[in-house]
């Protein structure tokens, strides 16, 4: 079983940035799609962004694209999530999860929906707050 752990949240100030990080204790990410997902409080579970096995391709919610940037490195068993100009309804806990590939693993990404990942972090807490 893949183990996830997300880093990185914290108290921010409005327009202020971070980078939330994901890596696996168990295996390697190499051979997993990895998304984001967030829930804010008294809030559903929200897909934020995607990116491939290999890195190549990505995908985000319209809601994020200027300000949200996923990335990986896989030689650092690494994936992270960079946010800008956070806002107070930024403000919620940060997932990541991993999916099997299904596809081409260039640029296979499943839907966000829960059950198409097998595998999540504990998440980290992101505050926005002045």
């Known amino acids: 079983q893949l183990q996830l752990v997300e880093s990185g949240g914290g108290l921010v100030q409005p327009g202020g940035s971070l980078r939330l990080s994901c890596t696996a204790t168990?295996?390697?990410?190499?051979?997993?799609?990895i998304s984001w997902f967030r829930q804010a409080p008294g809030k559903e579970r929200e897909g934020i962004s995607c990116?491939?096995?290999?890195?190549?391709?990505?995908y985000s919610a319209d809601s994020v694209k200027r300000r949200f940037t996923i990335s990986r490195d896989n030689n650092k068993n690494m994936a992270y999530l960079n946010i800008n100009d956070l806002k107070p309804e930024n403000s919620a806990v940060y997932y990541c999860?991993?999916?099997?590939?299904?596809?081409?693993?260039?640029?296979?990404?499943?839907?966000?929906?829960?059950?198409?990942?097998?595998?999540w972090g504990q998440g980290t807490k992101v505050t926005v707050s002045s």
């Open positions: 999860a991993a999916a099997t590939v299904d596809g081409d693993p260039m640029r296979y990404c499943p839907a966000f929906v829960g059950a198409n990942y097998a595998s």
């Open positions: 168990t295996q390697t990410l190499h051979w997993y799609s």
């Open positions: 990116i491939s096995a290999s890195g190549r391709d990505t």
